[in-house]
């Protein structure tokens, strides 16, 4: 049985969190046990319970302070882990090297310029995610900015993010997810779903919305998501007079209502490692319109299978938006060839293997450090 601790950095239920989630839910449990630590209180939590993972709490501070670190790496000894998947701090890698513990970290954030933070700075990956064993990029653009950065080529692979593609398959929920929306049956339904902050700029989702819905009286424009921009964009809404036909919608934890409600996703993101929601849009056999960044172009990879437009151009958004609205046929063709590619490439199948073999790989040592 391998032991592996996964750190995790945020409690929340974000994109990365729930990527864990459902890669315990398919790893094989006779030769993987996983425990985790978590800094802060969340609803990751409930995720974890319902998984019968093992986790401690640790205060938000912990990774900042000497003592923290100190704390840390005692615990890290007692626990003796086979190998670390790490999602948090990278000072936690110096700590598993100094211990002689493999730690694999899961790259999922941009090092555009845009993306802001702390991946502005270069030297951080140069000299902090250096120290980890692997590191696990999400998408092949993902991994060529770390070795742009300095982190050896030889540190550095890719584990795409993965589907269970049956789940956000359920046409037989169409009309019922429609009234819940109050949106006709024969309505042409555009749908973003995801986290209202600045990196998915729905700002040019509604912009969208707005040169749309005068040209075409069955478009019906759906926001779903939660997040600190929630109050600002229902403003900006109202300023643009959307009126009937846009509607907000909290997030779910049954997104796929929202993609049987839609016939077309539309992801405005300015930075995407490789965007969980797009792969679900596909699976569920929507055309995609997305935003031609990191590794969005991986998943969204030829006409056949979605439309790519520059970030930030509302006008390539609004004609990919109506050539798709007003072309059934083309919309049908899109959206199956996308599930179809989806099922091929980005299958649990096809991906969890791969993490399965890289970790016996790691608690076995015949990964070089």
Same mark, same amino acid.
């Given at each position: ?22 890669l ?17 209180n ?24 000497p ?100 789940r ?27 986290? %209202? ?8 989702f509604? !912009?969208? /919305?707005?040169?749309? @819905?005068?040209? =075409?009286? &069955? $478009? ?44 077309i ?30 590794g ?10 979605? %439309? ?9 958004? !609004?004609? /990919?938006?109506?050539? @798709?609205?007003? =072309?059934? &046929? $083309? ?7 996308a ?31």
């Amino acid at each position: 049985m391998i032991k592996v601790l996964v750190p995790i950095g945020s409690s929340e239920r974000g994109g990365s969190q729930l990527e864990l989630v459902r890669l315990v839910e398919r790893m094989n449990a006779d030769e993987f046990r996983f425990t985790a630590w978590l800094f802060g209180n969340g609803p990751i939590e409930d995720d974890l319970d319902r998984l019968g993972v093992e986790f401690t709490v640790w205060p938000r501070t912990t990774t900042r302070t000497p003592w923290g670190l100190y704390a840390m790496g005692r615990a890290m000894q007692r626990e003796a882990p086979g190998l670390i998947y790490l999602h948090a701090s990278r000072l936690i890698a110096w700590l598993a090297r100094r211990r002689g513990i493999p730690c694999v970290e899961r790259i999922n954030m941009s090092r555009r310029p845009e993306a802001g933070g702390w991946s502005r700075y270069r030297a951080i990956d140069r000299c902090f995610t250096s120290l980890n064993t692997v590191a696990a990029a999400a998408s092949g653009p993902i991994a060529a900015q770390l070795t742009s950065r300095g982190v050896p080529p030889e540190k550095v692979t890719v584990l795409h993010t993965f589907v269970d593609g049956e789940r956000y398959r359920h046409p037989e929920l169409r009309g019922e997810a429609r009234r819940e929306l109050g949106i006709p049956n024969d309505a042409v339904v555009v749908l973003n779903i995801g986290r %209202l902050v600045a990196q998915k700029c729905q700002a040019d989702f509604l !912009e969208t /919305a707005a040169r749309c @819905l005068p040209a =075409d009286d &069955s $478009l019906h424009f759906v926001l779903c998501g939660s997040g600190k921009l929630e109050s600002s964009l229902r403003r900006r809404a109202e300023r643009l007079g959307l009126g009937g036909r846009f509607h907000m919608a909290e997030f779910t934890a049954r997104p796929e209502r929202m993609y049987a409600a839609a016939d077309i996703m539309l992801h405005t993101a300015r930075w995407e490692p490789l965007g969980n929601v797009i792969l679900e849009a596909m699976s569920a056999a929507l055309a995609v319109v997305a935003t031609d960044v990191d590794g969005t172009r991986e998943a969204v990879s030829s006409k056949e299978v979605g %439309l790519l437009v520059p970030a930030g151009d509302v006008g390539a958004m !609004e004609k /990919a938006v109506m050539e @798709l609205a007003r =072309d059934g &046929s $083309l919309r049908r063709r899109t959206g199956e060839a996308a599930r179809r590619h989806v099922g091929a490439e980005f299958s649990p199948g096809r991906v969890v293997p791969e993490y399965e073999e890289l970790f016996r790989r790691l608690a076995s040592g015949s990964v070089g450090r």
